[in-house]
């Protein structure tokens, strides 16, 4: 079956470095997607991996490594407006995505 | 770019009444629309799959009757929610996958309609 584990909850402090891992299992694989959904909104998008390696985009980044199934999105120099919910998601070969339950990311000042 | 409208942003209804959301890419084609619900602190559950110009693709457990949905265009997707009862409240999210071939793996989501039944 496809699946995607991600841890539920994470707290760290403002400041800090956060590291959010996921793993993940599907038929087929066209890359894994991180999005952030704040209270009551729609998620938005925050990276795009389809080949092995990190992807770094301001404080935000994204590593994949495709034969272990892993991803992990690194969060720099966090800020109280990164209080939010990180979904993981892996697009399988029908380019389908297959959703992690999302990490509610708790920071504190 | 990539912006994807929803229309209404909230609606609350009378039991057994219908409710019609639109969901629209505003700068972009898009052949394939998706349907999702949102229960609260619950993660984006896929209701279907909407491609322009034939029937959507439902996942399991969703009713087809009960969520009608229309692609009529490469830039719109309505859900109308059918005979609405209070457990059909959630939040409802439409994304939307860019045709052109540089971002065709990527989903631009709407800002969501939040659907209470009452």
């Known amino acids: 079956g496809q699946n995607i584990d991600q841890p539920t909850e994470m707290t760290a402090t403002e400041g800090a470095t956060v590291q959010i891992n996921c793993t993940y299992q599907t038929s087929g694989f066209n890359g894994l997607f991180w999005y952030q959904q704040h209270a009551g909104e729609a998620p938005t998008f925050l990276s795009y991996n389809v080949l092995d390696g990190l992807e770094e985009k301001g404080r935000f980044s994204s590593f994949l490594s495709r034969s272990k199934g892993y991803s992990y999105l690194l969060l720099k120099e966090l800020q109280m407006k990164d209080s939010a919910s990180y979904l993981c998601a892996a697009m399988d070969s029908n380019y389908q995505l297959i959703w992690g339950a999302g990490t509610k990311l708790i920071i504190k000042p | 770019g990539a912006v994807v409208s929803q229309h209404p942003s909230w609606v609350i209804c009378k039991s057994g009444t219908s409710v019609k959301i639109e969901c629209r890419s505003l700068?972009?084609?898009?052949?394939?629309m998706f349907w999702y619900r949102q229960f609260p602190k619950q993660s984006l559950m896929l209701m279907a799959t909407?491609?322009?110009?034939?029937?959507?693709?439902?996942e399991q457990g969703v009713e087809k009757d009960k969520f009608l949905i229309n692609h009529a265009s490469l830039t719109l997707s309505t859900l109308t929610v059918t005979s609405a009862h209070p457990e059909d409240s959630s939040f409802y999210i439409c994304?939307?996958?860019?045709?052109?071939?540089?971002?065709?793996?990527?989903?631009?989501f709407g800002p969501g309609t939040r659907l209470t039944v009452l």
């Open positions: 994304s939307a996958r860019a045709l052109t071939s540089g971002r065709i793996n990527e989903q631009f």
């Open positions: 700068d972009f084609q898009a052949t394939t």
């Open positions: 909407s491609n322009e110009g034939s029937k959507a693709t439902y």
